[in-house]
């Protein structure tokens, strides 16, 4: 299976800040067909996980343009500008280029 | 408004078996594959399970190969997760999650059915 590696564990923030979420995979995520699928999400506490970005930079529907997601090959990010209260919660990335999708195991966006 | 509603998780010896269900709104649910992902209580993410729209392809995660069985009723817009041979270490929240087929990804998810077995 492909190793999802997410850092850091635990991200302190203060309102209106910036932070990055990197997430690194034990093997390449180009798929054969040329696209990449490395996907983040975020769990809110007491919530299922909601979609933020697909296939690396997509903004799901709905979601603020201060989530930009980055990357290729092995090596992806997550920045969040100007974070807001309802930012706060658990980030996964997930990939489902190779059989089985697998998910990182989380960073934890906290308050300072 | 898409909605995907779980039910039938409980407390279970282990050994026993259960059986969940998801029931779909707000969307073709025929048009679309269909996963089971759980979440032990304070852990990460688990996909444990895959049915194509159709049920023509059906994929499992070594974990709960052989012991779980993923189905669906189009007709009814419900899927489901028969689990058998249960064992403490399928003590978890499960969802059921829509697949976006263009972008292999978990687009909508349920609130979560709890399972928990013990003795």
């Known amino acids: 299976d492909v190793l999802m590696t997410q850092t850091p564990v635990s991200l302190p923030v203060s309102l209106g800040g910036q932070v990055s979420i990197s997430c690194r995979s034990s093997?390449?995520?180009?798929?054969?067909?040329?696209?990449?699928?490395l996907h983040w999400y975020l769990q809110k506490p007491g919530q299922s996980p909601q979609l933020l970005i697909y296939?690396?930079?997509n903004r799901f529907s709905g979601v603020p343009d201060r989530f930009s997601g980055s990357g290729s090959g092995t090596d992806f990010t997550l920045k969040i500008s100007r974070v807001e209260p309802e930012d706060l919660g658990v980030y996964y990335c997930?990939?489902?280029?190779?059989?089985?999708?697998?998910f990182g195991a989380g960073t934890k966006l906290e308050l300072k | 408004e898409v909605q995907l509603v779980e039910s039938g998780g409980g407390l279970v010896q282990p050994g026993r078996s259960l059986k969940l269900s998801c029931v779909a709104s707000?969307?073709?649910?025929?048009?679309?594959?269909m996963n089971w992902i759980r979440q032990a209580p304070g852990k990460g993410l688990e996909w444990v399970a895959y049915?194509?729209?159709?049920?023509?392809?059906?994929y499992y995660a070594e974990t709960v190969k052989g012991r779980f069985t993923i189905s669906r009723d189009n007709a009814k817009n419900t899927l489901y997760l028969q689990m058998t041979s249960l064992r403490s270490e399928d003590t978890a929240l499960y969802y059921c999650?829509?697949?976006?087929?263009?972008?292999?990804?978990?687009?909508?998810w349920g609130q979560g059915a709890s399972v928990t077995v013990s003795s």
């Open positions: 707000g969307f073709t649910f025929s048009n679309y594959g």
């Open positions: 093997q390449s995520l180009v798929h054969s067909d040329g696209n990449t699928y």
């Open positions: 997930l990939q489902s280029t190779h059989f089985p999708p697998t």
């Open positions: 999650a829509r697949l976006e087929a263009r972008g292999y990804v978990m687009d909508a």
């Open positions: 296939r690396v930079s």
């Open positions: 049915i194509s729209s159709g049920s023509s392809y059906i």
